[in-house]
C-alpha cells in the first residue's frame, strides 16, 4: 500500500492595500521622580502608490509595537496627492519650522531627483518623475512633515489658477484672424492719411489763388 502524503494547502497572502517602509528608529529618554524612562519612536511612511501617502509617528518601550502605532497613525489620515503623467501638477515652495522644500515637475524617464525622506515619499506616494530638493535642515522628521505639507498644498489642473499653462489644448485660428484685422485697419487708415493731407493743401492753394 502506498502511503498518502499529508499535503497542506498554504493560504496565499492577499496583497496590501498600503505599503509601510520605516524612515528612522530612535531611542528617546523622559526623565521622571524615579529615574529615565527608555523608549522607542518609530516614524513610518505609509502609501498605497497610486496617490495616498502619510507619515505616523508611535512611541512604545518596544520597537514592534511603537512601529504599529505609527502605521495605524499614518492611515487615520491619508492625503490624496493630484498627479499628472505620473509628476506633480505644478511647481511649490514651502517653508515649515527650520526645512524649506522645493519641488518640480518633471519629464518622463527623469525619476525621483531627490534624496532622504522626500525621495521615500514621493515613492511610496506613487510620483515617478519629479525634482525635489531639501534646504536649511537635515531633520529626517521635519523634512518629512514639510513634504507631506507640501503635498497637501498641491492643486490638480482643474482648479489651479494657470490652467491653461498645463492644458494641451489645440490652438484657435480665431485670435490669429482677429490680430490680422487690426493690423489690416491700421495699414487703410496710414494710406488715408496723405490723401487727406493732399486735399487739404489744395484747398488752401486754391483759396490763395482766388485771393
Not at 66 to 83: F, R, S, T
Request: net charge positive; aromatic share 2%; hydrophobic share 30%.
Amino acid at each position: 500500500m502506498a502511503k498518502k502524503h499529508n499535503i497542506k494547502t498554504r493560504a496565499r497572502k492577499e496583497p496590501k492595500e498600503f505599503e509601510e517602509e520605516v524612515l528612522q528608529i530612535d531611542r528617546v529618554t523622559r526623565v521622571v521622580k524615579g529615574g529615565r524612562r527608555l523608549r522607542f519612536r518609530a516614524t513610518v511612511i505609509v502609501g498605497n502608490k497610486k496617490g495616498k501617502v502619510n507619515i505616523g509617528i508611535g512611541k512604545s518601550s518596544e520597537v514592534a509595537t511603537a512601529i504599529q502605532k505609527g502605521i495605524a497613525k499614518a492611515k487615520k489620515n491619508m492625503i490624496e496627492v493630484p498627479m499628472v503623467n505620473d509628476t506633480i501638477p505644478h511647481d511649490i515652495k514651502i517653508k515649515y519650522k527650520s526645512c524649506e522644500i522645493l519641488m518640480m515637475p518633471a519629464s518622463k524617464g527623469t525619476g525621483i531627483v531627490a534624496g532622504g525622506s522626500m525621495r521615500k515619499i514621493l515613492n511610496i506616494c506613487g510620483v515617478k518623475n519629479v525634482l525635489g530638493k531639501t534646504f536649511r535642515s537635515n531633520n529626517r522628521i521635519i523634512n518629512a512633515q514639510t513634504t507631506i505639507k507640501a503635498l497637501k498644498l498641491l492643486k490638480p489642473i482643474s482648479m489651479h489658477p494657470n490652467k491653461e499653462v498645463f492644458e494641451i489644448t489645440k490652438k484657435s485660428n480665431k485670435p490669429e484672424e482677429q490680430k490680422e484685422d487690426i493690423v489690416d485697419k491700421k495699414t487703410e487708415n496710414k494710406k488715408k492719411k496723405p490723401t487727406n493731407n493732399k486735399t487739404v493743401k489744395n484747398k488752401k492753394t486754391q483759396n490763395k489763388s482766388d485771393k
